[in-house]
């Protein structure tokens, strides 16, 4: 059974930084693509970064590209996601994701499994 936990989320001034994980498990992970969504109070869930497990391949998001990085680690099955320069408006749940052969990597519906979520408040 895929099981993919997020953690590292909380409170941070506008400028600072965090860093999510979301550790892996039930599977070998090696030909899925992981990614990382956000849904802020009465909006959607959005796109935020993927990676491609196998090469690292990286996708991002236009509000994203240039202040977070999503990256990877084989040996602990764990998907990061650096976010450095948070603004307000990246105040969401952000959560995990993985699914195999997306037709494109930034489609909420290609995805098979989730996280349950990590509250992630940045103050102005």
């Known amino acids: 059974q895929v099981q993919l936990v997020e953690s590292g989320g909380g409170l941070v001034q506008a400028g600072g930084s965090l860093r999510l994980s979301c550790a892996a498990s039930?599977?070998?992970?090696?030909?899925?693509?992981m990614g990382w969504f956000r849904q802020a109070p009465g909006k959607e869930r959005e796109f935020v970064a993927a990676?491609?497990?196998?090469?690292?391949?990286?996708y991002y998001a236009d509000s994203v590209k240039g202040r977070f990085t999503v990256s990877r680690d084989n040996a602990k099955n764990t998907v990061y996601l650096q976010m450095n320069s948070l603004k307000p408006e990246d105040t969401a749940v952000y959560y995990c994701?993985?699914?195999?052969?997306?037709?494109?990597?930034?489609?909420?519906?290609?995805?098979?499994?989730w996280g349950q979520g990590t509250q992630v408040t940045v103050s102005s």
């Open positions: 039930g599977r070998t992970f090696s030909s899925y693509y």
């Open positions: 994701a993985a699914t195999l052969r997306p037709l494109r990597a930034d489609r909420r519906g290609e995805y098979d499994y």
């Open positions: 990676i491609r497990w196998s090469d690292g391949g990286t």
